[in-house]
């Protein structure tokens, strides 16, 4: 009998476990070294995975299932928003997908959304808990869709870079972003401008960016994050990256952004943000709280830890992200094409149902 307890309490766990627990593994090793696309990739990936291979009788039950894995993940790497963002937009699919199956059209799915119907009280006549036959096939087709989406977003980001960047122009940009990466070299291609790009201490991403620009032939100088300001009078547009996009049009980005946006403001310099959809977050920032909003990584490359008396003495953050409000920006380059701050309220109804927004 003690031989059986002991083995019911390890039972082996299932393939899909074994997944998340690997993916889990993957975004606490090196964190800031991944990407948000391999990120949101590799999340959806996964949330076919458990489409596909957990057992389950109806969409309520396989919502249950994403929502709990999401939430493991989410404990795991809470910074990581592009998690959060690809199961809310898994969680929409499989929303879409069982009202098609009822037989429902997408204007009646636009009807149950629309203003008109929350007034008059309707909460929708589809029952999430009631089994549907044939429903995993249409989930998974739509979520290898939106695998296809994140894999393009990149793409279609860059081959807007011509309708913006002119010739001779000087961009200004900060830290390393693979994105806006892309969308300069594909700029360069018909135009000759010229980059500055900061160096984005401490960890110094703006350095490899402007190496890499470099080697495509485009004319770059590299700056200190200090000389900002003195140089923002000569710049004709800033183009930078984020990390998330939140709810109210504001960015949580890389830090430095905030104050390279403000001198852009004050140079009257239009800021564009390159951002994939994946980056759009229902989300607000409900607290200036450092804690709750940032993320504070170890500060030895801010004051080395063998500075022992000084470190001793003095507090050290050293803060990754910075919040930059949506007044500064003056448009969002999406894969589905270009918007204002006061529209990402509009693509965020789009992608997420509105009782996904909590997970």
Known sequence: EKFNLMM???????????????????LKQKSSSHSSYDVAKKTVTLMREVVSKTRWNSARELMDRIRQEGRKIMVAQPSESAVDNMIRRVL????????????????????????HTLLKG????????????????????????????????????????????????????????KTVEAFLKAAARKRKFEVIVTESAPSYQGQQMAHNLASANIETTLITDSAVYAIMARVNKVIIGTHTVMADGSLKALNGTHAMALAAKHNSVPVLVCASMFKLSPTYLCSYDQDTFNKIVA????????????????????????????????????????????????????????DDHEL
């Open 92 to 115: 929409k699919i499989i929303r879409e997908e069982h009202a098609r199956c009822l037989g429902e059209s997408s204007d009646d799915l636009d009807l149950k959304d629309s203003l």
């Open 8 to 26: 019911s309490r390890h039972e082996p766990r299932d393939e899909v476990s074994e997944k998340v627990e690997g993916f889990l593994t993957y």
């Open 299 to 354: 500060p030895h490359d801010v004051l080395n830890f063998c500075e022992g008396d000084m470190v001793s003495k003095v507090p050290v953050q050293n803060p990754v992200f910075d919040h930059v409000p949506p007044d500064l920006i003056t448009l969002f380059l999406t894969n589905i094409g270009g918007s204002a701050p006061s529209y990402v309220y509009r693509h965020i109804g789009e992608l997420y149902h509105a």
């Open 122 to 177: 309707g909460s929708g006549h589809d029952d999430l808990s009631k089994p549907v036959q044939n429903l995993k096939g249409p989930v998974i087709e739509a979520i290898n869709e939106l695998l296809e989406e994140v894999d393009s977003s990149g793409a279609s980001i860059a081959a807007q870079a011509p309708d913006h960047i002119h010739s001779n122009e000087i961009i200004m940009t900060v830290g390393f972003s």
